[in-house]
């Protein structure tokens, strides 16, 4: 998914999240924004840690992070 959006957008005004990939669900086109799924994320993360230790690391370091106007949009897609 993240290759074909960065072939088809300005790959340089895309801000992405280091580790994050395979997590990429979509892109927000007015705010040229990428757009991740949460529940990849954090299985991503758990490769390395504890599901706990994943789902606190996610919500405290990764969501919480604002950089600017491209900061990604995180999809909460467990519910």
Same mark, same amino acid.
């Given at each position: 998914m993240l290759e074909k959006i960065m072939?088809?957008?300005?790959?340089?005004?895309?801000?992405? %999240?280091?580790?994050?990939?395979? %997590?990429?669900?979509?892109f927000c086109e007015n705010s040229q924004r990428l757009i991740y799924s949460v529940t990849q994320c954090i299985k991503i993360l758990e490769k390395e840690m504890t599901e706990e230790e994943a789902d606190e690391y996610f919500w405290f370091n990764v969501h919480q992070a604002y950089v600017g106007d491209k900061t990604p949009i995180w999809c909460i897609d467990n519910i």
């Open positions: 072939q088809f957008f300005d790959s340089e005004d895309i801000l992405k %999240a280091d580790g994050f990939d395979e %997590a990429v669900i979509g």
